[in-house]
Structures are given as C-alpha cells and as structure tokens.
C-alpha cells in the first residue's frame, strides 16, 4: 500500500490538506505555509504529483499544465461567484457519453483533446458539486488561509478545512486575546 504522500517523481506531496472533491482539489494546489505562497502546478512534475493524488494516470505535458491552471483559476471564479464564462469555457472541451454496454447504461466522459481530459474532469465535478448543494462549498474561515472544502457535516456548519490546523489556531487567537485584553 502506497501513502499519497510519498514522491512522484520526485516531488513530495507537501500540501497541508488532500481529499477533497477533485474540483476543490484542484484549488487547493495553491496554499500558504510558513514560508509563504505555494503552489504545486509550476511544473510538470507538481502536476503529475497532482494526478496521482487523484488517481489520474494520464501521460503529462506543457499544454496539459496550462489547461489544469486555466481551469483552476476558472473554478476559482466560478466559487467566488464570478461570471461562469471561463468554467464554460472548459466544460467545451467535453460531455458526458452516455452508452448502453452488456452489464448496463454507462455515462463516460469524451474529451476531444487529450490535454484537456483532467481539467475537464475538475470542471465537470464542480458541476457534481454545484448541483447537490452549493452550500457546501466552502473556503476554511482562517484569514491566513486559501483552502477549500466540501462540508460534509451533519448540519453544513463547518468552518474551517482543519480543526487541527486552523480551527485550533484561531481558537488560541481568541483565548490569548481574552487573557491579554479580559475587559475587551
């Protein structure tokens, strides 16, 4: 059994937080550590490291990259509550195929270039997402944080990507401030 944390080729998985839908996935190849901005798609190498977190074995290259940062900065938008235009845009590339096969209906995608395929299959799970409840697409409430997430509580009240990371430093925030300044 392999962690998704190991390398691909070569590269370490150093984001703070995987396992979200692929469409908020995808945004979360930019995050902020104590070093500063980061992002994974720089390269080729970060985008293989982003495929095989998400299990997309595809062969990479540089119109491949470009494709995927498009499409983030597009879902980006589109979460912002921006014009749907560029998500659109993407979602061009492909559709959905729907074909009858002797164990029965299969809905497959079609991307007509090969380069689009994983972007396009972000573009197509936002849809997912958008459709069962927008809601639950969130960015974690921390103001030092850019992740996003898919609040899969009980009652959608969920605030930030981590309890352990975030929710616990702004929990110490406010429990310093409460000692340091007790009449505020």
């Known amino acids: 059994m392999t962690s998704s944390r190991q390398l691909v080729s070569g590269v370490p998985d150093a984001r703070p937080h995987l396992g979200e839908p692929l469409a908020l996935d995808l945004?979360?190849?930019?995050w902020i550590d104590a070093e500063g901005p980061q992002d994974?798609?720089?390269?080729?190498?970060?985008l293989r490291r982003w495929l095989a977190d998400n299990d997309l074995s595809v062969a990479v290259d540089a119109a491949m990259l470009r494709a995927v940062v498009a499409t983030r900065?597009?879902?980006?938008?589109?979460?912002?509550?921006?014009s749907a235009d560029e998500l659109n845009r993407v979602l061009d590339h492909g559709r959905i195929r729907r074909v009858l096969t002797p164990d029965g209906p299969v809905a497959e995608p079609d991307v007509r270039q090969a380069e689009w395929f994983p972007?396009?299959?972000a573009a197509e799970n936002l849809l997912e997402l958008l459709a069962a409840?927008?809601?639950?697409?969130k960015q974690c409430a921390h103001p030092n944080c850019v992740l996003w997430f898919h609040d899969t509580s009980k009652n959608g009240a969920r605030r930030w990507h981590s309890m352990a990371t975030c929710g616990n430093r702004a929990k110490a925030t406010r429990h310093y401030a409460k000692k340091t300044h007790p009449d505020e």
Not at 40 to 46: M, N, P
Not at 73 to 82: F, N
Not at 133 to 137: C, G
């Open 73 to 82: 900065e597009a879902i980006l938008h589109t979460v912002r509550g921006g």
């Open 27 to 30: 945004l979360n190849t930019r």
């Open 133 to 137: 409840a927008p809601d639950r697409i």
């Open 119 to 121: 972007a396009w299959l």
């Open 40 to 46: 994974l798609l720089t390269d080729l190498a970060g």
